[in-house]
């Protein structure tokens, strides 16, 4: 599975972003699906993950109420809704599949992941 992620950019604080994630090579259909955050000089972080179906989301504490993660099986992509943006929410953003159905917000329990896109949030 290839997964690539976009729709990073620099946005003003307050203001939203839509980012997506789409695969090929493979249906994702029956995949967990994440997104994660990494700034550089630092781990890579949890933001969110959804399950196979969409029916379980679970949300980082920094991120919920103003991000939402969904996705649509029948396009094979994922979607990061980013509202509210803050400077502190500025990181590239990778997305990732894992071959269960369900979520985790480890990043070593995911199998495939998208190279990145970079949001810049300035204050």
């Known amino acids: 599975v290839q997964l690539q992620a976009y729709g990073g950019g620099l946005v003003q604080a307050g203001g939203s972003l839509k980012l997506s994630c789409g695969a090929s090579g493979r249906t994702l259909s029956s995949y967990g699906m994440g997104w994660f955050r990494q700034v550089p000089g630092k781990e890579r972080e949890f933001v969110t993950a959804?399950?196979?179906?969409?029916?379980?989301?679970y949300y980082a504490d920094s991120v919920q109420g103003r991000f939402t993660i969904s996705r649509d099986n029948a396009k094979n992509t994922l979607y990061l809704q980013m509202n509210g943006l803050k400077p502190e929410d500025t990181a590239v953003y990778y997305c990732?599949?894992?071959?269960?159905?369900?979520?985790?917000?480890?990043?070593?329990?995911?199998?495939?992941w998208g190279q990145g896109t970079l949001v810049t949030v300035s204050s």
């Open positions: 990732a599949a894992r071959i269960r159905t369900g979520i985790s917000t480890r990043s070593y329990e995911y199998d495939f």
């Open positions: 959804i399950s196979w179906n969409g029916s379980h989301t």
